[in-house]
């Protein structure tokens, strides 16, 4: 299984600015994800990561309010842009393996947004 | 839209029992379930993986897949206050999309 850690774990936030949350992993993954989670929900897929490319946004997510960059296989980030304290959740990043068939998750982001 | 459905719960069982997890999945394509536990607080962990009709065991955990129901299930034997968690299902679906649902929490009793 691949180990993923993620930085920052929380932050508390100012509208109207940006965060930047950077995902790594310890091992070639496939597949790279960004998800959020609101307390006592499920888990929403913002977009995949592609490498060298732009990411995959899922319906509901732009690439203006949530930039993602994976330079490299083990590397990738995520900005959330322009925030409001709707933008308050966990972010989660996870690798996939195989084609993505199983994944592994970061400890996530705490993002509060005041 | 596919979708992925779970009771949401709580469900309570005593320890030393046996708890199960049920789910449906609506896309009839869809070819990998797995399930993840997620204690509060922390992320997803996943546990099982199945890709074939019938069970697969793991220790105290057995998952269960009937694709012409479109159901998947997660018996956890022995249950342990440890096991007290949510319990998500995923399914993988086209596109390599895995979508999850929205959790059962499980808690056991002392």
């Known amino acids: 299984s691949a180990v993923i850690s993620q930085k920052p774990s929380r932050d508390i936030c100012q509208r109207g600015t940006s965060l930047t949350i950077q995902c790594q992993v310890d091992?070639?993954?496939?597949?790279m994800f960004w998800y959020r989670q609101q307390p006592g929900q499920s888990l929403t897929l913002i977009a995949t990561?592609?490498?060298?490319?732009?990411?995959?946004?899922e319906s509901g997510f732009v690439i203006d309010k949530f930039p993602i960059s994976r330079p490299n296989l083990t590397f990738s980030t995520l900005t959330v842009s322009n925030m409001s304290p709707e933008d308050s959740s966990i972010y989660l990043c996870?690798?996939?393996?195989?084609?993505?068939?199983?994944?592994?998750f970061g400890p996530g982001t705490r993002l509060t947004v005041l | 839209q596919k979708e992925v459905e779970q009771n949401s719960g709580p469900l309570s069982v005593p320890e030393g029992a046996i708890a199960s997890l049920n789910c449906t999945y609506s896309?009839?394509?869809?070819?990998?379930f797995f399930w993840y536990r997620q204690y509060s607080g922390k992320s997803p962990e996943l546990i099982m993986s199945?890709?074939?009709?019938g069970d697969k065991e793991d220790g105290r955990f057995t998952a269960q897949l009937n694709k012409a129901s479109q159901y998947v299930s997660l018996l956890i034997r022995d249950s342990q206050p440890s096991d007290s968690a949510t319990y998500l299902c995923?399914?993988?679906?086209?596109?390599?999309?895995?979508?999850f649902g929205a959790g059962t929490r499980l808690f056991v009793k002392a």
């Open positions: 996870s690798g996939g393996t195989s084609g993505g068939h199983e994944q592994f």
């Open positions: 091992s070639q993954v496939t597949m």
């Open positions: 990561a592609n490498q060298g490319s732009e990411a995959t946004y």
């Open positions: 896309d009839r394509g869809s070819q990998s």
């Open positions: 199945i890709y074939s009709n």
């Open positions: 995923a399914v993988l679906g086209g596109g390599f999309k895995t979508i």
